[in-house]
């Protein structure tokens, strides 16, 4: 996967992607959600409690 582009703004993001064709764009979400939900919560450990 490739980021093509994206904004950022307070409460969401936007992302233009390049993927390979034979990836679901529902497992693409999945694993982008799963991956960032990680880094944050490694960063923010207050987080954990919470989720």
């Known amino acids: 996967m ?3 582009s994206g904004h950022i703004a ?4 936007h992302l233009l992607l390049s993927c390979p064709p034979n ?3 529902s497992k693409v979400v999945q ?3 799963g991956r ?3 880094l944050l919560q490694d960063e923010f ?4 409690k919470r989720y």
């Open 23 to 25: 990836l679901a764009p």
């Open 2 to 4: 490739t980021i093509v």
């Open 36 to 38: 960032s939900s990680r």
């Open 45 to 48: 450990s207050q987080l954990k």
């Open 10 to 13: 307070r409460d969401h993001v």
């Open 31 to 33: 694993y982008l959600k």
